[in-house]
């Protein structure tokens, strides 16, 4: 069985793929640059309209950003 991943490292590894950093991402989806790190190190999860945002700017699933690669 593969690993899950979880959703911050996700979200990570698709930022740093683009070579944007956080404040770029949080200013491209209407955040602030902390949310984005929040995020990204678990200690807060995003909204759904972040969630659909995220999946939209990155053009992956939400079921991508969530870990579940079936």
């Known amino acids: ?3 899950v991943i979880e959703f911050g490292e996700s ?3 698709l930022r ?3 070579k944007m950093g956080q404040t770029e991402l949080a200013a491209a989806i209407g955040v602030s640059k902390g949310i984005v790190s929040l995020w990204e190190n678990g200690l807060r ?3 759904l309209s972040h ?3 995220l999946a ?3 053009e992956v ?3 991508y950003l969530a870990g579940r690669n079936l």
Request: aromatic share 10%.
């Open 1 to 3: 069985m593969d690993r």
């Open 11 to 13: 979200l990570k590894e």
């Open 16 to 18: 740093k793929e683009r």
């Open 45 to 47: 999860e995003p909204t």
């Open 51 to 53: 969630l659909i945002a």
């Open 56 to 58: 939209d700017f990155f």
């Open 61 to 63: 699933s939400l079921d």
